[in-house]
């Protein structure tokens, strides 16, 4: 249907004037009279032709002028109409290209996308493509010949709210969906369909009936272990139509090695049987472990009898050396914290004395020291901290690179903490810190609070902390990231808040305020501030510990494991050696896989960010290796490992799910066929063009040409009269 076919109809024009509109008729015809009586004897004499001209022009000169003193508006409708656009969704993924026995979704697919009623309905209404699977993507009626079911997941209510979205503002009438209804990622189609106005009818693709198959449907273990631990790896294999049959699952590495194995029996005709499995790793790095369901006799597929996923073996836990001034909320609240980590381990020492700790803790000689992976210091140094201890502290940071993070609090002592000047950029203004309720403010942007997504919750959303304007300074060797001020007081300060910092291979970070446990008690308005507290506390943390390099140059994919023919997406942050995002870099990358290397494009996207795009050659383990250059600088490299494999989540359950696309259909006041009948629903869908009306008005006492008129009126009666002789 082409839009430009239809109607425009302008009716129902109206002048209107700010005052009566017989005080303009009155007006103007007086200052029509006037000008016939000042033309009616003229010196010198001029012809009768003449003085008409003179008349006339001096009439409509005034006649406009009056009007634009009555502020004239011209309004009037504007009826237009719109042709009715259908969104057709077609479903992509993987699913849709089943075939088994009789059935072939891929063939049936074609078919109804080059069926006749499907190009009439182009014909009656503006017909808008989507494509989906994972994703949602506008596509040209034309390329559904090309059609190639293969996404990764379906999510059927993203594609719909998508499909929306874009046609916003069109005489959208209805949704076509085209689709075999098993959809797994996103929300409950039925529901987000009813919460529409516009009815969305479905056709169903595909074999309600389930069919003899085994899979292992889920694998969990732990995203870190370290070399020499024990690892339980969780795993639930289920079943269709195979009572009374055994198999066996295998944990295999991705070098070929098997961990474990374990026997299953499946003991009904829809069985899902959960076992656990375990792993010792023997070599740090990235490790790819396979779970491996043996085949079991008269199963449809085993391109789902085996899954992966992705740890990293580290050589040893991080260890944390909490030093604290005093028992305190912030140290339970940061204790419990940095302890729910399973990649730390956290040893406390908290002051009751000189010289003296909690619980009978023996101070940690300058080897625990030095071989610390964090030292952090709660309302430490205290007045009663030794010097030996300091000595301790400072000799590990400074010579060892130990990194320090710094705490504030009222039992810190200003005149210990001067003791630790060499390797802390902060000083304390005040013998006696004072305190108030404050809030904090971002300062800058820093990659020790930066991550893959944003913080939890906004600074603004929460509770005020302790602190006080004037109680610390920084060096300019620390970059300042978050600011304190007393906004409910009024006063905004320029204060130190969050302070951090790195010299050579040294980097230290400081909260300059306290009672931050407020946040992880929930005492705001939003349940985010205690996930934002343990969020904050982590990337501080990851920031501090991370090899130097490392933290420059971050190259990652979304996932560690992709499903065959899925695109693998790289993301990369590169900063500069002051740490500011580079928007400068060109990135090397390559992935390797076998005897094949490609290299990956990367593409800036601001900020310090990039991103990449690969599509994978073979089923496997891919190593990637990437550098970042600006100019002659080489900012730092990357690298890691990610998997590529058959298992699709779409076969995890072949069956066409024509339940959903009923509820869909229902929920949305629309119909639902299989697709043997999608001609007659095609067939029947009329919809009309919808008539808009809109009100416009136009003010011509605003309007430069009105005034340019008259203006041109007046100069050509003064052209006339010099050339008449008259003054």
């Not at 076509?176 to 969305?200: M, T």
């Not at 070098?255 to 829809?270: H, L, M, N, T």
């Not at 942007?445 to 920084?474: D, I, T």
Request: hydrophobic letters at 45%.
């Amino acid at each position: 249907m082409n839009q430009a076919s239809l109607p425009l109809l302008i009716a129902n024009i109206h002048l209107g004037l700010s005052a009566s509109a017989w005080w303009y008729i009155l007006l103007a015809l007086l200052a029509v009279g006037g000008s016939f009586l000042i033309y009616r004897f003229t010196l010198p004499p001029v012809s009768p032709l003449r003085k008409a001209l003179l008349w006339v022009l001096r009439s409509a000169a005034l006649v406009l002028l009056l009007l634009l003193l009555f502020e004239p508006v011209l309004s009037y409708l504007r009826h237009q109409a719109k042709p009715p656009v259908v969104a057709l969704l077609v479903d992509r993924s993987a699913s849709m290209s089943i075939s088994a026995g009789q059935e072939d979704r891929g063939e049936t697919l074609k078919r109804l996308l080059a069926s006749p009623a499907l190009r009439d309905l182009a014909h009656k209404s503006q017909l808008k493509v989507f494509e989906f699977a994972d994703t949602t993507t506008e596509v040209p009626l034309d390329s559904l010949r090309t059609l190639t079911p293969s996404g990764v997941g379906t999510d059927v209510a993203g594609s719909w709210v998508q499909a929306q979205k874009a046609l916003a503002g069109e005489n959208l009438a209805a949704g076509v969906l085209i689709s075999d209804g098993a959809y797994n990622l996103g929300q409950n189609p039925a529901r987000v369909a009813g919460e529409s106005a516009i009815p969305l009818y479905t056709i169903g693709i595909g074999d309600t009936s389930s069919s003899t198959d085994a899979a292992v449907a889920e694998v969990v273990t732990n995203d870190v272990t370290y070399v020499g631990s024990k690892v339980p790896v969780d795993v639930r294999i289920r079943a269709h139509g195979l009572d009374g049959r055994s198999s066996v699952v295998h944990l295999l590495s991705g070098k070929g090695g098997e961990f474990d194995r374990q026997p299953v029996r499946f003991a009904s005709d829809d069985a899902e049987d959960p076992l656990t499995l375990n792993l010792v790793a023997r070599e740090p790095g990235d490790l790819r472990i396979t779970v491996a369901l043996d085949s079991v006799p008269g199963e449809r597929s085993i391109t789902n009898n085996r899954r992966s996923v992705v740890i990293r073996v580290l050589e040893r836990k991080s260890r944390v050396l909490l030093f604290a001034g005093a028992p305190s909320a912030d140290l339970s609240i940061l204790r419990q914290t940095l302890e729910a980590d399973t990649t730390l381990e956290v040893s406390a020492l908290v002051e009751i004395g000189a010289g003296r700790f909690l619980h009978g803790a023996v101070e940690p000689s300058q080897d625990d020291m030095s071989r610390a992976s964090l030292i952090v210091l709660c309302e430490f140094p205290s007045r009663g901290t030794s010097d030996a201890l300091l000595q301790k502290i400072s000799h590990a940071v400074q010579d060892k690179h130990v990194p320090l993070l710094l705490l504030a609090g009222p039992h810190l002592s200003a005149s210990r903490l001067a003791a630790l000047n060499d390797v802390v950029p902060i000083q304390a203004n005040k013998p006696a810190l004072t305190e108030e309720q404050v809030t904090l403010r971002p300062a800058a942007s820093h990659p020790a609070l930066e991550g893959k997504n944003p913080l939890p919750a906004q600074w603004s959303e929460l509770p005020p902390v302790l602190g006080g304007a004037g109680n610390f300074s920084v060096a300019p060797s620390a970059q300042v990231v978050a600011k304190i001020s007393r906004e409910n007081l009024g006063i905004s300060e320029d204060e130190p808040g969050i302070a951090v910092w790195q010299t050579g291979f040294r980097r230290g970070a400081a909260f300059l305020c306290w009672g931050t446990s407020r946040w992880k008690m929930q005492l705001a308005g939003t349940q985010n501030a205690s996930a934002f507290y343990d969020e904050l506390v982590t990337r501080v943390r990851g920031w501090l510990i991370a090899p130097a390099e490392e933290q420059r140059v971050k190259i990652r994919t979304t996932k560690k494991v992709y499903s065959g023919g899925e695109p693998v997406r790289f993301v990369a942050q590169v900063y500069g050696a002051d740490l500011a995002p580079r928007d400068d870099a060109s990135i090397a990358l390559r992935a390797t896989s076998g005897s094949r290397t490609e290299v990956v494009p990367m593409r800036g996207l601001g900020n310090g960010r990039y991103e990449g795009q690969l599509t994978p050659w073979i089923d496997g383990d891919y190593r990637f290796t990437g550098s970042a250059v600006a100019g002659k600088d080489t900012l730092g490299s990357d690298n890691g490992l990610f998997a590529v494999e058959a298992f699709n989540i779409e076969l995890m359950d072949p069956r066409a799910r024509f339940d959903v696309l009923q509820q869909v259909a229902a929920a949305s006041k629309a119909a639902f066929v299989p697709a043997s009948r999608a001609d007659s629903l095609l067939s029947r869908l009329q919809f009309a063009p919808q008539t808009i009306t809109s009100r416009k008005e136009w003010s011509l006492w605003s309007q430069g040409p009105v005034i340019w008129i008259i203006i041109g009126l007046l100069v050509i009666e003064w052209i006339v009269r010099k050339r008449s002789g008259m003054l």
